[in-house]
């Protein structure tokens, strides 16, 4: 699975303190012989179109070699932020007598995002979407979030990532409880992230959910 062009209209370059934060993951799940769950296999910190480009060919390699998932988060990270919480933090292990602190930029990274333009992921799992039942539902959510999306006083965003099972929909906050109601009465699962990841690519052998 490659959402790398559906998911290109999205980022914004335009501050070169801000920063996408994408993530290779192995999972046992997709690779049983795996003495752990997980495991990170790349972290990279992209600040420009001519990164990205420059980093594709390497984590397109890596998921294929290692049956594993690229994933990137949406809202961007401060190099800044990133930096002086990593400062507060490392002083804090230290004084802790934790030295081991090689992983800790990355940690941070994926905890702290600065983003004014807020995007949430919805992630919604469907068994079949070319039944009309579920064609109606999966419109029937996408119009409702696009009218509270309005309704919040946003430009309504709308983009539909393919997941294994269904679709990670980018949208603008809005109010939660709104949609609830809609949710019962089809009784679809979807959740709602404010800070998750979506999937930009998986290795050519990842088959699972």
């Known amino acids: 699975m490659d959402n790398r062009e559906l998911i290109l209209p999205l980022l914004k370059f ?6 996408y934060f994408i993530q290779i993951y192995q999972r046992r799940r997709d690779n049983p012989e795996m003495s752990q769950d997980m495991r990170v296999l790349g972290n990279y910190a992209v600040h420009s179109i001519e990164q990205f480009d420059k980093f594709w060919p390497e984590i397109k390699k890596i998921c294929d070699d290692n049956n594993a998932r690229a994933y990137i988060r949406l809202n961007r990270r401060s190099d800044k932020k990133v ?26 990274a994926g905890e702290f995002h600065s983003e004014k333009d807020k ?3 919805l992630d919604i799992d469907y068994i079949d979407y070319e039944n009309e039942t579920g064609k109606r539902n999966l419109d029937a959510i996408e119009n409702q979030v696009i009218l509270l999306q309005r309704e919040a ?5 709308m983009r539909k990532i393919p997941s294994k099972n269904g679709y990670h ?31 930009l690519y998986t290795g050519e052998n990842d088959n699972e959910n």
């Open 83 to 108: 930096a002086l919480q990593m400062l507060a933090r490392m002083a804090t292990m230290i004084a802790s007598e934790q030295y081991n602190v090689k992983n800790l930029y990355w940690s941070i």
């Open 169 to 199: 929909i980018i949208a603008r906050p809005f109010n939660i409880d709104k949609i609830k109601t809609l949710l019962n009465n089809i009784e679809r699962r979807m959740d709602i992230h404010k800070d998750n990841p979506t999937i």
């Open 14 to 19: 335009d501050n070169g303190d801000m920063f």
């Open 153 to 157: 006083g946003k430009e309504p965003l």
């Open 119 to 121: 995007t949430w992921l």
